[in-house]
T-cell receptor, first 111, second 115 residues
Framework: QKEVEQNSGPLSVPEGAIASLNCTYS??????FFWYRQYSGKSPELIMF????GDKEDGRFTAQLNKASQYVSLLIRDSQPSDSATYLC???????????FGKGTKLSVKP | EPEVTQTPSHQVTQMGQEVILRCVPI?????FYWYRQILGQKVEFLVS????????KSEIFDDQFSVERPDGSNFTLKIRSTKLEDSAMYFC?????????????FGNGTRLTVT
């Protein structure tokens, strides 16, 4: 059973702080990893994707991938109240690369 | 920016009725997907579609479900005889390639309520 594990939270950080979100996955053969943000009642919105070990930065967001440890993380710098949402980790698990999602970590950024 | 559009945004139906959920994927995308999310639970894969045929489906996608691309733009999910447990948000998604090389872009979803 291919699975993604995330701490459900809530993770609470003050405005301006760094939020750190973590995820582990079960499929050692997976090649592609994604972070989506989901506001309550809305659809998942792509934040970042990462294919290679190491760090990938995009604005305030940094994704980190360690395939040996089967671990992927998302750092959000200078957190804003508008970042308050559930963050979904996903990896390509099917033969056609269908995404398998974790349950998500709820982030709350306090002003 | 191009986006995936879904209609209707909310569908209420009685148990045993057929429903069709509609999606217009991003125009130059080749891979199409349906996912669902039961309230408070994780996003679950239902089916993927490429080159006018199903490429993969999950255990959830049983004989009550079907997908179709009736023309060059629409992609539909049909549930033949709805059950109470089919109540969920249904998300359509599309990608240029399979997710090994390109991310999924999701529509805004259809909230299906079965009474």
């Amino acid at each position: 059973q291919k699975e993604v594990e995330q701490n459900s939270g809530p993770l609470s950080v003050p405005e301006g702080a760094i939020a750190s979100l973590n995820c582990t996955y079960s499929d050692r053969g997976s090649q592609s990893f994604f972070w989506y943000r989901q506001y309550s009642g809305k659809s998942p919105e792509l934040i970042m994707f990462i294919y290679s070990n190491g760090d990938k930065e995009d604005g305030r967001f940094t994704a980190q991938l360690n395939k040996a440890s089967q671990y992927v993380s998302l750092l959000i710098r200078d957190s804003q109240p508008s970042d308050s949402a559930t963050y979904l980790c996903a990896f390509s698990g099917g033969s056609q690369g269908n995404l398998i999602f974790g349950k998500g970590t709820k982030l709350s950024v306090k002003p | 920016e191009p986006e995936v559009t879904q209609t209707p945004s909310h569908q209420v139906t009685q148990m045993g009725q057929e429903v069709i959920l509609r999606c217009v994927p991003i125009s130059n995308h080749l891979y199409f997907y349906w996912y669902r999310q039961i309230l408070g639970q994780k996003v679950e894969f239902l089916v993927s579609f490429y080159n006018n045929e199903i490429s993969e489906k999950s255990e959830i996608f049983d004989d009550q479900f079907s997908v179709e691309r009736p023309d060059g733009s629409n992609f539909t999910l049909k549930i033949r005889s709805t059950k109470l447990e089919d109540s969920a948000m249904y998300f359509c998604a599309s990608s240029w390639e399979g997710t090994y090389n390109s991310p999924l872009h999701f529509g805004n979803g259809t909230r299906l309520t079965v009474t």
